[in-house]
């Protein structure tokens, strides 16, 4: 009997959250689950000053983002997408909370500056979800293959 049926897995483009796609990709095969993959685009900025430019959009970014990450999963694995804007952290919690069974991304993103700032987005997922999070941490040198972030020792 399958434990997950859906699975919600937060892309950022870091090397930890491709970590966690392949790892999930593999229990949705094993558990025959759906997966949701999920990206969280900034709103657009607003220019800072009369005459100053539009800050870029990011949005195409993201949605290059989540076709890449389709393309690579096996045919055999069923998925869904979803691209939204706003605060990562929120919208995980949110749509965990909509029938998925487990959330996992990358243990650490890419903003490491506003992790230093506002805690990072896997800390507060972690603390809040109301389903089990699972942490995934990319290989790094010495490491002989990606495994979850909560199976290693500390730092």
């Known amino acids: 009997m399958a434990c997950y049926h859906r699975i919600l897995v937060a892309l950022d483009g ?4 491709a970590a966690a796609l392949a790892h999930a990709a593999t ?7 759906l997966l949701t993959l999920l990206t969280v685009a ?17 949005l195409g970014t993201h949605e290059a983002l989540l076709r ?23 919208t995980i919690l949110r749509l965990a909370g909509e029938g998925h069974d487990l959330v996992v991304m ?5 903003s490491r500056v506003h992790r230093a700032l506002l805690g990072s987005t ?3 997922v972690l603390k809040a ?18 495994s979850p972030a909560s199976a290693l020792p500390p730092r």
């Open 129 to 146: 979800s109301p389903v089990p999070v699972l942490l995934m941490r990319a290989s790094r040198p010495g490491d002989r293959r990606s």
């Open 106 to 110: 990358g243990s650490h993103g890419h």
């Open 68 to 90: 890449e990450a389709v393309g690579s999963l096996p045919a055999d694995v069923g998925v869904a997408t979803r691209l939204e804007r706003g605060n990562a952290a929120e």
């Open 42 to 58: 900034p709103r657009p900025a607003q220019p800072v000053g009369v005459g100053a430019s539009q800050p870029p959009d990011l």
């Open 122 to 124: 896997s800390e507060r």
């Open 14 to 17: 870091s090397p930890d959250a």
């Open 27 to 33: 229990l949705a095969r094993d558990q025959n689950a």
